[in-house]
């Protein structure tokens, strides 16, 4: 089928889904982004499910249009009615076919060993990929490799027994649901060579990426800096172009020796996609949200966010060229190293010197968290206390037994960016994290917390839906407790400052500001990093132009600049762990935008937002100590991935779909200033001409 003509289909069923009433929700699942199972649907037609929903839209059609039709037109559509009727009783009695419920019997019955099964290999599994991560040993590799293709294996026996299931006639929704979750095999369904090279090659970039090391820019013989901590802390706090230029060069230069081993890495991932009959690795990395509009939406809100980002991007580029000079340019792009993060990703560590209002400096949290001796484990303490103030649960004893919270000082390798796991056990939940006590990790405690918090919260529920509602809402579940957490309404209640900042107002733009650097800046950067991959693995992006299209999205959307030229013999993707390890980006964009919609459904339910009293602005909510609000948010979490996401989402805030609307009422009054002060300097919005160049070959 043609891809246009397969677009119009998918359209259609949308519609139709959407004119079902609510005690036919179910069907909803048949409508799959992926084409192959689509196809299915429209020949077996002996599939009753559709059925109704036509009835309805001529119900429908006649009652709104009836009127005006000629008695002839009426009749033939009273045939078709008829006829479809008549279509929906067989099938009726074709549903109760015994045929069909012997299958299903037997299906529950092979559905009960398997999700037995399947939550001990997960089990092996985590821990043979907990103990490489945590301690980066040849051995501990090798395990890892041995055990995830001894998994693979299995799963795919038990897979073709699935697979004889003709589960999409299926009556009973979970049964199918559950079956349809099976069906997919992922990377699997590689030939046992193939599998194992794959693992390999991204246990390999991930390896290469976790043990590079950089030379340092004042002491040219100290070649010992990790990204974390020496190489971020550089970035964080020096105000010397040419050092933080120099970082950023090195670490790209170790970073991009991967090249070879990414080319191979999207040959693989393409070919397992095809073998789940997906036609790209994005069509599969694209199949959870089951909607084949998904992409559009996400541009949607590109759309709705990025007159906001515009204005912080004309802001800080004013603020930078203030203080380094000729380093940045009037009306172009920023340059990527002077903002703080190796990626340009998040802005916050630039907020000292380009704050609003710099004289109403609020209190430095990080500090006053020193000052009151908190440690990694006090802080994963009191993110443990916000979730059960909410009346959910608290973490298990396994928790506090196996995480580790501080980065290990008996010299070992591992793996340090911030993760959380889940051993599927119902007991053992791990968080990985090397903790200094800033407030920053204080934050990414919460964020890494709400992980847990989903697992525990779906951990009754059969393997199979043992995921978030999307990727998206596993990643806001803890960014939605900090964005209360941050408010110094809260600080306060917990003691970290005395009495909330005089000036208000002013410090109010501070804060908007501060959260705004990370924020509202990740934005674009979170949306190009798998616009730049979906184009990859379609074969849009060659490996011939992988560099310099990267920094095409980088200029376009994000606009940013690198400090020096680039070329194709770079490959500054690799520069970034979630490219390296094979993850996905979008979730983080998801995130981002419904965290805000969650944040503004829950304060609603709290009582603490009301966009008609200009006393309880959005940005000001605590939801601290709520039950109503967090028995809200446990309803959505206790769903995992049992029902299509804009269900989950509709439990807490009676919305379906994502809107952005929640994040541009949170910032509104930064919003406001930003305009008004940019106006006021006369500041260039947007950006122009390029300075930096990316060629074939390095310029001489
Ligand atoms: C790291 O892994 C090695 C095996 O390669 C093991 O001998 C060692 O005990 C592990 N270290 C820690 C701290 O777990
Ligand atoms: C430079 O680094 C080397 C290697 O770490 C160290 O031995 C030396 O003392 C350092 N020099 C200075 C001036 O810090
Ligand atoms: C939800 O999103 C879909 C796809 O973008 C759109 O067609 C539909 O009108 C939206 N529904 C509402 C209620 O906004
Ligand atoms: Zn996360």
């Not at 194992?196 to 970039?205: P, T």
């Not at 998040?346 to 949290?365: E, R």
């Not at 303490?381 to 973490?395: G, H």
Request: aromatic share 12%.
């Amino acid at each position: 089928m043609d891809p246009e003509e397969f677009q119009r289909l998918l359209d259609i069923d949308v519609e139709d889904v959407a004119s079902i009433p609510s005690d036919n929700e179910s069907y909803a699942s048949d409508f799959d982004a992926n084409g192959e199972e689509l196809d299915e649907n429209f020949q077996h037609n002996n599939d009753l499910k559709p059925i109704p929903s036509i009835l309805i839209t001529f119900h429908v059609y006649l009652c709104a249009k009836g009127l005006h039709h000629s008695s002839v037109k009426m009749k033939t559509l009273k045939i078709l009615v008829f006829v479809l009727n008549s279509i929906s009783l067989l099938s009726k009695v074709y549903g109760s076919d015994p045929a069909i419920e012997e299958e299903e019997a037997r299906a529950r019955a092979f559905l009960k060993i398997l999700n037995e099964k399947t939550w001990t290999r997960n089990n092996k599994g985590t821990i043979a990929a907990w103990n490489y991560a945590s301690n980066i040993t040849d051995y501990n590799l090798k395990e890892q490799i041995r055990v995830s293709a001894e998994i693979a294996k299995e799963v795919k026996e038990d897979w073709k027994e699935l697979t004889k299931f003709n589960y999409n006639t299926f009556i009973d929704y979970d049964l199918r649901r559950q079956f349809k979750k099976y069906s997919i095999l992922g990377k699997a369904a590689l030939p046992d060579d193939k599998y194992v090279k794959l693992e390999k090659i991204v246990s390999d970039m991930e390896s290469a990426y976790a043990t590079a090391k950089i030379c340092s820019y004042h002491n040219k013989t100290d070649c010992s800096l990790s990204l974390e901590p020496e190489i971020t802390k550089i970035l964080t706090s020096s105000r010397d172009p040419e050092e933080l230029k120099h970082v950023w060069v090195e670490w790209r230069k170790k970073t991009k020796t991967v090249k070879p081993l990414f080319i191979d890495y999207v040959k693989y991932s393409n070919e397992a996609a095809r073998l789940n009959n997906f036609t790209s690795n994005t069509e599969y990395w694209l199949y959870d949200y089951e909607s084949p509009t998904f992409v559009d939406e996400i541009e949607k809100l590109w759309r709705q966010l990025k007159p906001l980002y515009l204005q912080l991007h004309a802001y800080v580029r004013h603020k930078l060229r203030q203080r380094y000079g000729e380093v940045v340019s009037e009306k172009g792009p920023i340059p990527a190293h002077l903002l703080g993060n190796m990626w340009a990703q998040t802005w916050g560590h630039v907020a000292d010197f380009t704050l609003p209002y710099p004289k109403v400096k609020g209190p430095n949290y990080s500090n006053l968290l020193a000052k009151q001796e908190y440690t990694p484990i006090k802080m994963f303490q009191e993110a443990e206390r916000f979730f059960v103030s909410l009346n959910l649960t608290e973490m298990p004893p396994l928790f506090w037994k196996n995480s580790i919270l501080e980065k290990p000082k008996d010299g070992r390798d591992l793996v340090c960016h911030a993760s959380a796991w889940d051993f599927y056990d119902q007991k053992d939940f791990r968080i990985k994290q090397c903790t200094d006590v800033t407030f920053e990790d204080f934050i990414t405690a919460h964020h890494e917390m709400g992980h847990i918090q989903y697992y525990l919260q779906y951990k009754s529920q059969p393997v199979a839906y043992r995921e978030g509602a999307n990727d998206g809402f596993h990643e806001a579940v803890g960014d939605v407790m900090a964005l209360s957490v941050a408010t110094s309404k809260h600080l306060k209640k917990i003691g970290l400052i005395d009495s909330e900042p005089a000036n208000k107002d002013q410090n109010d733009i501070n804060e908007l500001y501060q959260m705004g650097l990370d924020k509202i800046a990740f934005l674009p950067f979170a949306y190009l990093m798998d616009l730049w991959r979906w184009q990859v693995f379609d074969g849009k992006i060659t490996p011939e132009e992988y560099n310099c299209k990267w920094w095409d999205y980088r200029y376009n959307i994000q606009g940013i600049e690198p400090p020096v030229d680039r070329s194709e013999l770079d490959f500054d993707p690799a520069s970034k762990y979630h490219i390296v390890a094979d993850v996905p980006y979008l979730r983080y964009f998801i995130s981002y935008v419904i965290q805000f919609q969650f944040h503004r459904a829950a304060c609603e339910i709290a009582g603490e937002y009301d966009p008609n009293d200009l006393t309880k602005p959005l940005h000001k909510c605590d939801i601290y100590q709520n039950t109503k609000a967090g028995n809200a948010i446990g309803k959505m979490l206790q769903m995992g991935s049992s029902r299509p996401w804009r269900e989950a989402m509709e439990a807490l805030t009676g919305q379906q779909n994502m809107d952005a609307s929640g994040l541009l009422e949170y910032f509104r009054p930064l919003y406001k200033w930003l305009e008004t002060e940019n106006q006021k300097n006369n500041v260039y919005i947007g950006w122009k001409i390029c300075e930096k160049k990316c060629t074939k070959v390095p310029l001489q």
